[in-house]
């Protein structure tokens, strides 16, 4: 079977001692979560551990020995031999390394039973035991897995019994992770609630200042008022193209023969529409400045206030396509409805609303002949309507593309986690998926060694798991649906919430 | 440490590096050719010529300007995010599996699988266009059903080694997961 230890980085220089950490159960895997310097006291360091363990429930206890041996420390050897017998433990590990060699090698040895805990002895130790002594880091030194300040990355090593393959320091701050450190469940990650709020937060804070940064380039040098006194002759202009269309529809558009009667009327119809609506826009026009002044002032909310707010003017201002378009859309819808009621009739046949279906039916002489008849002037009027329709339903289209562009300005805005980019490209080890893997040292002699470091989130993956969801209301339907409802006449509405509301 | 001439499906000739580090930790690197200069001369010389004849058709030197951009950034991006130097695979035993692919500009991407939700590896194959190719793929454990695999994870995607290579990884990997 395979034994792997877990050593933290910073413990690899450190000095001879005690290993402490914690057997990972079933898996014949020991975690090394600090190594305590000789000399130390061991009564001191069993009720540090006592201590430790009552605050963090992690079972820590120790696991073996560290030797690194250097020149000015004798009777190491026998030291460590001897901790055996004061550290009863029913599996000794021995981790030993040379100054200047990156392999560790190792050793696992049980305890035989029958050796209980001896007494303490005097070790050279510098400080009394006794009873009562509180506050044991000032009795010993040690290097635990968070000396370096942050989550450093571990080397391991295996030996010919098996495989040690590291494990980065997880969890963030505390002695002991309460989330357990497995072996590979380094998925170190800030927790999820405080980051979610924190790009919210940020997010609003960008927002504002964008919003700043807009007022200041916007009411500087009369730019406001420019604009103010710009928008009545474009919308002037706007609905002067639009006379010239329907103009140009009421003659012989495109080479196309329409019914001059229907044309005429239709074509009169909108063009007073037209007028009625730069009417009430000349209404407005003096007003107009001191709208667009505090308008601009609300973008001091943020960005997206003032996109938001120029999505509605824009909504405001082409109101009479919209109108328009509805106009044509229940134009062409009735049409196609009738006509498809009296193709039916042509063939004998009726649609029946009980049964959902279409039946067979007789119909009289009378009925049938003015069928024919309407069927036949629906059928005649259709390129007419059906060139009205299609012209203003493109026009609707491309104002609702322009709204549709600023609500997704506004969403990206709002939902684009810029606090969790910086944290991924200043402290990539924060927001981490996974770990790697690097061997370091597979000298035939020692344990294999590897290397496990943290393996930050892409890009990709950041903005994805960290997107502040937002309400927007997407559209409804799908592309084919779209379509559908498009050649039938159906009115689409864009921006329409999935609710239960009826029509 | 083979000298066998391995070639990837479309004939392009790859190398398979091979080193064992123990006997429960093997490493594969397929390296796949870099890209050659002449085809980023012949390419370059194309944008740029027709640059040229739409210069010269409008007179607008922006479109000579934004013809060198467009060249540059096409290219830095290629690099980066396109053109896999090498993908290498590293086996530990008990412990699980490393993919790594680096690309040409020195980018690199790493994905780690534990061993335990690791089923088997296989070589499977697959309709690929007009061919049919083998692929090595490591099938991953279902967490809720013991016997079910839940996804397929497909080893060496853009070399696409052929099957001399494959079964040369093949065995090794299967000796390293059987013994443990």
Redo the contacts between chains.
């Keep these: ?2 034994l ?1 230890v877990f050593f933290p980085q910073c413990c690899n220089r450190a000095a001879s001692g005690l290993l402490v950490g914690r057997w990972l159960p079933g898996r014949d895997t020991a975690v090394v979560l600090a190594v305590i310097h000789y000399p130390f006291i061991p009564s001191t360091v069993k009720q540090y551990l006592q201590k430790v363990q009552a605050q963090s429930q992690v079972p820590v206890e120790v696991l073996g020995s560290w030797s690194m041996p250097s020149e000015k420390q004798e009777g190491l050897d026998s030291f460590l031999r001897d901790l055996r017998t004061i550290f009863p433990q029913g599996r000794w590990l021995q981790v030993s390394r040379e100054v200047g060699k990156t392999g560790f090698s190792c050793q696992l040895l049980p305890l035989a039973l029958g050796e209980g805990g001896g007494g303490v002895g005097g070790f050279g130790a510098s400080c009394p035991h006794g009873g009562g002594m509180e506050g044991g880091l000032n009795y010993f030194e040690m290097s635990h897995w968070q000396s370096e300040g942050r989550e450093a990355s571990i080397h391991g090593g ?1 030996d010919e019994a ?2 040690h ?1 590291a494990l980065p320091a997880a969890g963030l701050g505390g002695w002991a992770p309460s989330h357990a450190v497995s ?2 469940s380094a998925v170190l990650s800030y927790r999820l609630c405080p980051l979610r709020k924190a790009n919210v937060l940020v997010s609003v804070l960008l927002d504002v200042f964008l919003g700043l940064l807009f007022i200041s380039w916007l009411y500087r040098e009369q730019r406001l008022a420019r604009l103010a006194s710009a928008l009545m002759p474009a919308a002037d202009r706007v609905s002067k193209e639009l006379q010239e269309l329907l103009q140009w529809l009421m003659g012989a558009p495109a080479g196309l023969k329409m019914n001059r009667a229907l044309d005429q009327v239709l074509g009169r119809f909108f063009l007073y529409h037209i007028h009625l609506w730069i009417s009430y826009l000349r209404l407005l026009a003096p007003f107009l400045e001191v709208i667009l002044w505090y308008g601009g002032l609300s973008a001091a909310l943020g960005l997206t206030f003032a996109l938001s707010l120029l999505s509605d003017m824009l909504a405001l201002l082409t109101f009479h396509i919209y109108c328009f378009y509805v106009y044509g859309a229940r134009l062409y819808c009735m049409k196609l409805y009738g006509l498809c009621s009296l193709w039916r009739l042509f063939r004998g046949r009726k649609w029946n609303v009980l049964r959902q279906r279409v039946d067979s039916c007789c119909y009289d002489l009378d009925q049938l002949f003015i069928g024919t008849l309407l069927f036949t002037i629906l059928l005649f009027l259709l390129p007419t309507t059906a060139l009205y329709y299609l012209v203003f339903t493109m026009l609707r289209l491309m104002v609702v593309a322009l709204q549709g562009m600023l609500h997704l300005s506004v969403d990206l805005i709002n939902s684009f986690p810029v606090f969790a980019l910086g944290l991924r490209v200043f402290t990539p080890y924060r927001l981490a998926e ?4 690097r ?1 370091l040292s ?1 000298e035939p002699g020692t344990a ?1 060694h ?1 290397l496990m470091e943290m ?1 930050a989130l ?1 890009f990709g993956s950041v903005v994805q798991t960290y997107r502040t969801p937002t309400y927007s209301c997407y559209p409804p339907d799908s592309w084919g649906a779209l379509l559908r409802k498009l050649f039938v006449g159906e009115l689409v509405f864009p921006w329409k919430r999935k609710t239960t509301k009826t029509d | 440490m083979d000298d066998e001439k391995y070639t990837d499906i479309n004939g392009k000739p790859i190398t398979l590096d091979y080193q064992r ?2 006997s ?2 093997t ?1 594969f690197i397929v390296s796949s050719p870099k890209v050659s200069i002449g085809t980023v001369m012949v390419a370059t010389s194309f944008v740029w010529i027709f640059a040229y004849a739409v210069f010269c058709l409008t007179d607008n030197t922006a479109v000579l300007s934004s013809a060198i951009i467009i060249t540059l950034i096409g290219m830095m991006l290629y690099i980066h995010f396109v053109k896999i130097d090498h993908e290498s695979l ?1 086996v ?5 599996i ?1 993919l ?1 692919s680096s690309y040409a500009s020195g980018r690199e ?4 699988i ?1 061993m335990s939700k690791i089923k088997d590896i296989v070589i499977n194959e697959a309709i690929y266009m007009h061919q049919i190719i083998y692929y090595l793929c490591i099938l991953l454990r279902d967490p809720a059903d013991a016997s079910a695999v839940s996804s397929v994870v497909p080893l060496f995607p853009s070399s696409k080694p052929r099957l001399n290579c494959l079964v040369k990884v093949y065995k090794t990997c299967q000796e390293i997961i059987s013994k ?1």
């Design positions: 079977m395979v792997k295996a098996g495989l393959p072996v590979v996974g770990v790697k893997f061997v597979d294999l590897l393996n892409g | 580090h123990s429960f930790c490493e590293l530990i035993g008990s412990l699980g490393q790594s991407h790493t994905s780690f534990e443990c």
